[in-house]
């Protein structure tokens, strides 16, 4: 029944690296998204995207990118990661209305 | 930017109880409402949608928009310990954007 998974539920890097988040979905929905979640602030979406190749900026995109060259992974970029972008990363997919989103287990970054 | 609040809680209620719990959305090209619920260390998962203005029945959870008003609130009724989580409201317009949730615990 495993519909969105992330590569890692843990992870720990250092304060420079560059980080690759990955995230796949078998339900051959057009929409994934990537949102960080963090106490008090809730899920704050940092990217999307509606389609292969396509991409979109959500509220909080500076210090990320990302990467959809198959419909069903989505990859979120940390270019040189910092210690502010320590954060509980969750991907999700959804059909085109929204009305069937579901989400990964979530990673759990830590950057020191 | 859209914004979407909620209050902010934490709300606790007894066992059988009703929740209610608030969202207002601050885009009114905004086209459906969701209300998801998670535990702690999960993920969230959907509970319930809606896109008419109205109420919306689904056996123990009923939500209810209000478009003029940019207003959509969950109701739980016979509120169950297991009903403790995190409810998040979301907003769909050309993406989903999320209130920050409101804690819900239901004393037995």
């Known amino acids: 029944d495993v519909k969105v998974t992330q590569s890692s539920r843990y992870l720990v890097k250092r304060t420079g690296e560059k980080v690759f988040l990955e995230c796949v979905q078998d339900m051959d929905h057009e929409n994934m998204f990537w949102y960080r979640q963090d106490p008090g602030l809730g899920l704050r979406l940092i990217y999307f995207?509606?389609?292969?190749?396509?991409?979109e900026k959500g509220d909080i995109p500076e210090g990320y990118s990302v990467s959809r060259e198959k419909k069903e992974r989505f990859s979120l970029i940390l270019e040189s990661a910092s210690t502010n972008q320590t954060s509980m990363y969750l991907c999700a997919s959804s059909s085109p209305s929204g009305d069937e989103q579901y989400f990964g287990p979530g990673t759990r970054l830590t950057v020191t | 930017q859209k914004e979407v609040e909620q209050n902010s809680g934490p709300l606790s209620v007894p066992e059988g109880a009703i929740a209610s719990l608030n969202c207002t959305y601050s885009?009114?090209?905004?086209?459906?409402f969701f209300w998801y619920r998670q535990y702690s260390g999960k993920s969230p998962e959907l509970i319930m949608f809606?896109?008419?203005?109205g109420d919306k029945e689904d056996g123990r959870f009923t939500a209810q928009l209000n478009k003029a008003s940019q207003y959509v609130s969950l109701l739980i009724r016979d509120s169950q310990p297991s009903d403790s989580a995190t409810y998040l409201c979301?907003?769909?317009?050309?993406?989903?954007?999320f209130g920050a949730g409101t804690r819900l615990t239901v004393k037995p």
């Open positions: 995207s509606y389609d292969v190749k396509m991409k």
């Open positions: 809606i896109y008419s203005n």
């Open positions: 979301a907003v769909w317009e050309r993406d989903m954007r």
């Open positions: 885009d009114r090209g905004s086209q459906s």
